[in-house]
Nanobody, 114 residues
Framework: QVQLVESGGGLVQSGGSLKLSCAAS????????LGWYRQAPGKQREMVAI???????TYGESVKGRSAISRDNAKKTVYLQMNGLKPEDTAVYYC????????WGLGTQVTVSS
């Protein structure tokens, strides 16, 4: 059974930092591209960061320079370090694994207060 479980969200003040984690099970983690996406109320889901199976990274323009995605294949976990958080970063953050088919987690809420 495939599972992606996000954690690490919460309430943080503007300018603060958070590190999100996504623990995976049920598939060959090291073969998959992994990504973080977010969706704010009333907005479309957007890509935050992607790390490929061979560790190439891509970032969304809104978080570039403030975030870092990483993966630990031994722990089957992908991370998103976010710094310099802004109120507009408030959203539900989702983890995705993709290799042809896609798997999604249920998300973790990040709220940034001004």
């Amino acid at each position: 059974q495939v599972q992606l479980v996000e954690s690490g969200g919460g309430l943080v003040q503007s300018g603060g930092s958070l590190k999100l984690s996504c623990a995976a099970s049920g598939f060959v983690f090291s073969n998959f591209d992994l990504g973080w996406y977010r969706q704010a109320p009333g907005k479309q889901r957007e890509m935050v960061a992607i790390i490929t199976y061979d560790n190439m990274t891509t970032y969304g323009e809104s978080v570039k320079g403030r975030s870092a995605i990483s993966r630990d294949n031994a722990k089957k976990t992908v991370y998103l370090q976010m710094n310099g958080l802004k109120p507009e970063d408030t959203a539900v953050y989702y983890c995705k694994a993709r290799r042809g088919r896609e798997y999604w987690g249920l998300g973790t809420q990040v709220t940034v207060s001004s």
